[in-house]
């Protein structure tokens, strides 16, 4: 808990108050790469497990109720889009087309990240399998237990420096909320960063397993964020373009889903 605070005052706080989302890039790359050797080494270490032992049952889909437990939490991992409009407004060349290409790529990346981290980590662990693979990785006397403890640290600083995007675009909107369109203000700013990270710590302290808070979010915000909104703002758009009724019988059934 001691260096949870620590590194929250020190390193987290301070990037929060940056004014520009543009001016993190180079935060996220290095969570990006750190990310990448994390997936790159479970990667390799899956294929050679896979190929060097005995063939043994693969179990690739349990079923029950184990399904929906993880879609609140994988709903959650694919929740983007608060930050699509700051990104946009800081493209070189802001167009639709541009951040089309951009979305889709983010999508495709992270789709493929946690294919292969699943896949691969299954391979190692089969049925023994963890929800967080870092767990299974607790062990030591192998090849492979300093190289996990060094990409553990490296998973923490990517988690680290991916955080500070989250918060921007939290206090973005809880000021455009509050405050409409007013000029920036550093005082106002620090007063919101310093607000929503004392909570989030408090929370971090408090909860024991960050599973609890994937899956609440997952079920409720990200539901919200990821199918809800998008669909309604389609809706609304069609109706003002096409003088248009939100109900008519072509988007019926998308409303019936909703």
């Not at 750190?34 to 990667?43: G, H, P, S, Y």
């Not at 959650?76 to 889009?81: G, L, R």
């Not at 929800?131 to 060094?150: P, Q, V």
Request: charged share 10%; hydrophobic share 50%.
């Amino acid at each position: 808990t001691f260096w949870m605070i620590m590194i929250v005052i020190c390193v987290i706080f301070p990037l929060t108050l940056i004014k520009k989302i543009d001016s993190l890039r180079y935060f996220s790359l290095a969570a990006l790469a750190l990310m990448a050797t994390f997936v790159f080494v479970v990667a390799g270490v899956g294929g050679h497990t896979a190929t060097s032992r005995d063939a043994v049952p693969l179990h690739w889909f349990s079923g029950g109720v184990a399904i929906f437990q993880v879609l609140p939490t994988a709903s959650f991992a694919f929740v983007c889009h608060m930050n699509v409009f700051p990104i946009y407004q800081e493209l070189k060349t802001p167009d639709v087309k541009t951040m089309g290409i951009v979305s889709k790529a983010t999508m495709a990346l992270s789709g493929m990240t946690y294919f292969m981290v699943g896949t691969f980590g299954y391979l190692i662990f089969l049925d023994c399998t963890e929800g967080d693979l870092l767990n299974n990785f607790l062990f030591s006397g192998t090849y492979i237990s300093k190289a996990m403890d060094a990409l553990r640290i490296g998973i923490g600083m990517a988690l680290i420096f991916s955080y500070p995007l989250i918060i921007w675009e939290l206090r973005h909107c809880i000021d455009e909320l509050f405050f409409g369109h007013k000029p920036y203000e550093f005082r106002r700013y620090l007063c919101l960063s310093a607000g929503i990270l004392v909570f989030c710590t408090i929370v971090a302290v408090l909860v024991d397993k960050i599973n609890y808070v994937f899956s609440i979010a997952g079920s409720s915000s990200a539901a919200m964020i990821l199918l809800i909104l998008p669909s309604a703002c389609a809706l609304e758009i069609r109706r003002k373009h096409q003088h248009t009724p939100h109900w008519t019988r072509s988007n019926a059934p998308t409303l019936a889903v909703l």
